[in-house]
């Protein structure tokens, strides 16, 4: 039975592709947020491209700090065959260390808020091209229908 699970089926998508989606998410997120940097560059005032790199950075961080932290719970519950419990603390904090950066920034008027709430935002950029790669690759690779 087991080696029923592991039978590749012809025609179906290889399982070997990359299926890393926290590996793509944090990517994706860097090479929005470095775009926005490098177009609002030239164009837009310092304070929109310092706004947008820190709205961009901090949001590489808020996913990396979440996943690790939720990882570690799921690890920790796992192991002892209990019910996950976030401890609330931790999990909440980081919300408090974003606000309390973006207030500092805001504060001595080294950023525009709505640029950093914009690179706060590549996350869900990210979600999108992994939505639309995700599509694609559904109808690259459909079964034929006979």
Request: proline share 3%; glycine share 6%.
């Amino acid at each position: 039975m087991k080696g029923i699970a592991h039978t590749p089926i012809e025609g179906a998508p290889s399982v070997s592709r990359d299926t890393n989606i926290d590996v793509r998410l944090m990517r994706t997120m860097a090479a929005v947020a470095a775009l926005a940097v490098s177009v609002s560059l030239p164009f837009a005032p310092w304070r929109i491209t310092t706004g947008l790199l820190l709205g961009g950075l901090l949001s590489l961080l808020n996913h990396h700090w979440m996943r690790s932290s939720i990882a570690v719970v799921f690890d920790n519950a796992l192991g002892r065959g209990t019910k996950p419990r976030i401890a609330s603390v931790r999990y909440v904090l980081r919300y408090f260390v974003i606000f309390a950066v973006v207030y500092a920034a805001y504060q001595l008027h080294i950023v525009s808020l709505t640029a950093t709430i914009a690179g706060l935002c590549t996350f869900v950029v990210a979600l999108l091209v992994e939505a639309f790669r995700e599509f694609y690759l559904a109808i690259i690779h459909r079964e034929e229908i006979s």
